[in-house]
């Protein structure tokens, strides 16, 4: 099996997992142009992969998404929810914005868990209906560019676009929880507290190789349910998102602060090293640190923070732990 990690950051996020058969491009975050771009230098063929998987739809998880399926003719796998959203912020002329149809999405995502008596939330913990906020770097734009072009419609323009900007060449749903197949890969897809339709991370398994990787950016915090599918991975892409000092220093204003911080944001630094110091079982092959913020982290800094806690567990000197790029893709990782 081999991961490709063509982009990882704030900026955008983009990495082909593939087994002997099947070829699977996961979040589409970067242009059309640059994740093909990304997939010539990494020595990946776009022809070959089979279909694109969405973890969540924030911009720095599907700029590239539309034009990408399009060009490759490919299915694109999302949660319902994650996909109405999706075609939500493709087509803004709506009476709605997107931050509200968003809020709406939560309480109907929260409804569905309180249901299914599967909330990952903690109890005591603050819940996931917090005022959905604006995410890293990239987020704040698309919704200030939403809001704008729901304001130029206002103007009455009701005409049906000729092309469907969220149209696809095929649209799958998956539901978190719940395994699914790919050729033969399957793909056990879990809930990721971040504020998101409903977001998501994946393990992907090769029955025939034995072997395992994950994807686990973009969450808050740690829940039981993260920890429990972060088992028995042979590869790990892990966020390590942003320094807590750097963070409260830098320039994020303080609301944008606050939501990185928050229980549906992203990992810090200290999260990450304290997963990797408490809960992780220490099976990987290699762990990549991954979702690193530019303005708020330093490699350097995330690297030393993830080495350290595992030296801690002297047992774990074995786990290589290497750093995803925002701009080039990291050398694909076989085993
Ligand atoms: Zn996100
Ligand atoms: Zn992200």
New binding site residues.
């Given amino acids: 099996m081999r991961m490709t990690i063509l982009a990882s950051g704030?900026k955008g996020?983009s990495t082909i997992v593939a087994s002997a058969r099947t070829r699977l491009l996961i979040d589409a975050?970067l242009s059309c142009r640059e994740l093909l771009k990304r997939m010539a230098q990494a020595d990946e063929d776009p022809a070959a992969l089979d279909a694109i998987l969405i973890t969540?739809e924030?911009q720095?998880?599907i700029a590239g998404l539309a034009v990408l399926a399009r060009r490759l003719r490919i299915p694109v796998y999302f949660t319902e929810p994650t996909h109405r959203a999706w075609v939500r912020m493709m087509a803004p002329r709506t009476t709605m914005t997107y931050a509200k149809w968003l809020e709406h999405t939560q309480k109907e995502k929260v409804a569905r868990a309180a249901a299914a008596t599967q909330l990952t939330s903690e109890p005591g913990a603050p819940n996931e209906l917090g005022a959905p906020d604006l995410?890293?770097e990239t987020w704040d734009r698309s919704v200030a560019d939403l809001q704008a072009s729901a304001a130029a419609s206002d103007e009455g323009v009701a005409a049906a676009s000729p092309r469907d900007p969220a149209r696809l060449p095929a649209v799958e749903y998956f539901q978190p929880g719940t395994a699914f197949s790919i050729g033969d890969l399957t793909v056990t897809p879990f809930t990721t507290p971040h504020d998101a339709a409903d977001p998501c991370g994946f393990v992907f398994e090769s029955a025939s190789e034995a072997i395992r990787m994950a994807i686990a950016?973009?969450l808050g915090y740690m829940p039981p349910n993260v920890k429990s599918a972060l088992q028995r991975i042979d590869v790990l892409l892990l966020e390590s998102n942003h320094d807590l000092d750097m963070l409260k220093d830098g320039p994020y204003p303080w609301a944008v602060k606050q939501r990185v911080l928050s229980r549906v944001g992203?990992l810090s630094n200290h999260a990450t090293a304290q997963f990797l110091a408490q809960d992780y079982d220490g099976h990987a092959t290699c762990i990549v640190l991954g979702?690193l913020s530019e303005s708020n982290n330093a490699p350097e800094l995330a690297l030393l923070s993830a080495e350290q806690a595992l030296r801690e567990r002297g047992t774990l000197l074995g786990n290589r732990v290497l750093l995803a790029q925002q701009s080039a893709p990291l050398a694909p990782i076989c085993l």
């Fill in positions: 704030s996020n975050g969540h924030h720095d998880h995410d890293s950016t973009d992203h979702h």
